[in-house]
């Protein structure tokens, strides 16, 4: 089955987070978001809500989905803070995105319980890093995945900080995740030519007298 390339359920309209402390392409393909620990996440309300405390590393969520060869060269991570704790310091998003063509399970492991050396064999380190997220906002970041298109895409994400005070919210929660091609000068160029031709045709049109 052909699956368009594009992260599953970025959106988070499907309210579905599934436990898991590590995901293979052979068995999680394109089933949409996992986690470690999944109860302390909450999709309920078209987002990705996390109350655990921030600071705690090894909690990562994630998924694997069919990519296509589509996605390379550069792209743009998005996404929406829609609510932040009060007392988390210094928040951030981190990510770690791989690519792999193959499906074996053994080599296409992918660990959502570990922060370092996460991934198997098979699969190759394509972009890592954080945003930082000192707000509900909307965040996007610049990123150069390489010259070299996969068949599958994995992505992990992790919320992180420090608290702050003696309070207890550390909450928070991202929604409209993607990650994009950024179209070179020249399609853009070409897409707006398109644009003006189609103008031309439709005003040529417009001109012409009717015939009766």
Not at 67 to 86: I, P, S
Not at 115 to 121: L, N, Q
Not at 151 to 180: E, H, L, P, Q, W
Request: with cysteine; charged share 15%.
């Amino acid at each position: 089955m052909f699956v368009d390339a594009g992260l599953i359920n970025g959106s988070v309209d499907n309210p579905i987070l599934s436990n898991a402390d590590s995901i293979n392409v052979s068995a999680d393909l394109d089933q949409g978001w996992h986690a470690r620990s999944a109860s302390l996440y909450d999709l309920s309300l078209n987002d990705i809500w996390f109350g655990g405390l921030t600071y705690h590393p090894g909690y990562w969520l994630g998924q694997i989905y069919t990519d296509n060869y589509a996605t390379r060269g550069d792209v743009q991570l998005c996404f929406e803070v829609t609510y932040m704790g009060e007392n988390i310091q210094s928040p951030q998003l981190e990510y770690t995105i791989f690519g792999v063509n193959v499906t074996d399970i053994s080599q296409t492991a992918l660990a959502l319980n570990v922060d370092e050396t996460p991934a198997g064999s098979a699969w190759n380190l394509l972009s890592s890093g954080y945003v930082s997220t000192p707000s509900t906002n909307c965040f996007t970041v610049d990123l150069d995945l390489g010259d070299t298109a996969y068949k599958y895409i994995g992505v992990r994400f992790r919320f992180a900080g420090t608290t702050k005070g003696r309070g207890t919210d550390y909450a928070t929660a991202i929604d409209n995740i993607s990650i994009d091609t950024i179209p070179e000068p020249s399609a853009i160029a070409l897409i707006g030519l398109g644009g003006i031709i189609a103008l031309g045709v439709v005003r040529v049109q417009r001109n012409r007298p009717n015939r009766t």
